[in-house]
């Protein structure tokens, strides 16, 4: 359960696997170019994957002649139940260069390079398909027995990844969400309806006309999270769908967080985001007094928790993590030059007093507003730096990795080395936590 405080964050996706931020005028750009470089060449990730890469020139081989397979294209097309026809392979045995395939009646055929396919399913492992620099060619990892593995790490602490629910059980849980938003419209006299998008169940009691501008950039900021994240185009990782209960007035949304999330302390708060062990995710909020700008950051920051909840596994980022992406996020999709003067003044707050207000890096630190303004400044001078690494940090963490761990393999960095990196940047020498 994430509460809101007011906050501003900001997110741009460049291409298909950039993350820039914008809004950074007033960082130093010449310390952004040369941090960039200090990282130039380098691996995001020390983890050694040649144990899980497929030798590719045997019989067992996931994609040898004969055998079917289903592909995901870097275009987000699907290839279902294909038959591999031919395979070329580079001078070693776990290069991938092209491969053929034919559909069932083998009269669609088609010639595959090793860069238009991202995923392979055979049998029951799944593959990623990913250049090797050192091997100067596309390989095949066996991601299923990797995270067979991570698994195993993360039961240690009590954690898991998400299992992948079958479609039957996705159905299921979306219709037992529809029956709960029923029970709660019983409960309240003011008329709710429900907007189903492909992700999103949006159950609310503001009028018809005022919902349309909310929830139409939630699939899209849906999109844009997966793909900062590597998750393939299309897919649905919520356990059904994500509830988001928008109400109009401050009285229904605590009476709401009090009946049915068992959540009597939710005053002071404009909007809650709930994650379950179960891997259910609700929003839950209300207008008041916001204009439609504001409250549709509110929506966004919510919701991105909602999304980074069920990311790869149950594990909790550090607060200022996933407070810092929520706002990242929110910016993005409703840029507001309030966020960005709000942000000017929390750097110029650090700059004067040289810390970041103590205790900002716990797990379950308890930020100050203008600290959510610092946490989305960090989180975007991290992806700015590399989108590559801070993807690679982030999902470090969500595979059990301490946060201290996850900086040092994704950018070769101590927690130290960090404060002093990010304090050059706004202008401030020997920066404290």
């Not at 009590?158 to 039957?168: F, G, I, S």
């Not at 969400?177 to 907007?195: G, M, N």
Request: hydrophobic residues 40%; charged residues 25%; contains cysteine.
């Amino acid at each position: 359960m994430m509460r809101r405080q007011s906050g501003p964050l900001f997110w741009v996706l460049l291409g298909s696997n950039l993350i820039a931020a914008l809004g950074l005028g007033f960082v130093d750009h010449a310390f952004s170019q040369s941090a960039k470089a200090k990282f130039k060449g380098a691996a995001a990730s020390n983890e050694d994957l040649s144990k899980y890469i497929s030798k590719l020139n045997r019989d067992e081989s996931p994609i040898a002649v004969g055998k079917t397979v289903t592909l995901v294209l870097a275009n987000g097309k699907i290839l279902s139940e294909v038959e591999v026809t031919e395979l070329l392979l580079g001078s070693e045995s776990e290069i991938l260069k092209s491969l053929s395939v034919a559909d069932r009646d083998g009269k669609k055929k088609q010639k595959l390079g090793a860069t238009s396919v991202t995923r392979i399913r055979s049998g029951d492992h799944e593959f990623n398909v990913v250049l090797d620099p050192s091997r100067k060619g596309h390989v095949l990892i066996d991601i299923t027995a990797r995270d067979a593995d991570v698994n195993e790490r993360l039961k240690s602490m009590q954690q898991r990844l998400w299992p992948e629910p079958t479609d039957d059980e996705r159905a299921k849980t979306i219709a037992e969400y529809k029956e709960f938003l029923k029970r709660v419209q019983a409960s309240y006299q003011a008329p709710c309806f429900l907007q189903e998008t492909e992700f999103f169940l949006f159950f609310t009691d503001l009028p018809a006309a005022q919902v349309p501008p909310y929830v139409a950039n939630l699939d899209k900021m849906y999109f844009k999270l997966c793909e900062a994240f590597g998750v393939p185009k299309g897919k649905n990782i919520f356990l059904g769908k994500c509830i988001i209960v928008a109400f109009a007035k401050e009285e229904s949304f605590l009476a709401f967080e009090e009946k049915f999330l068992d959540n009597p302390n939710a005053k002071g708060a404009q909007g809650l985001a709930h994650g379950s062990s179960d891997g259910r995710a609700i929003i839950a909020c209300f207008r008041g007094h916001y204009d439609v700008a504001n409250f549709g950051a509110l929506l966004v920051h919510e919701t991105t928790h909602g999304v980074t909840h069920r990311l790869r596994s149950t594990v909790a980022p550090p607060k200022w993590i996933g407070e810092g992406m929520a706002d990242w996020a929110a910016h993005a999709v409703v840029p507001r030059k309030s966020a960005f003067d709000r942000q000017k003044e929390s750097v110029v707050k650090v700059q004067k007093s040289g810390s970041l207000g103590g205790k900002f890096f716990d797990q379950d630190a308890k930020l100050e507003a203008w600290q959510y303004d610092i946490a989305s400044h960090l989180v975007s001078f991290l992806a700015q730096l590399d989108p590559g690494r801070f993807r690679a940090f982030f999902m470090n963490i969500k595979e059990g990795d301490t946060p201290e761990e996850a900086l040092a393999r994704s950018y070769g960095l101590t927690p130290a080395e960090l404060l002093t990196q990010y304090g050059r940047s706004i202008g401030v020498a020997n920066l404290r936590p």
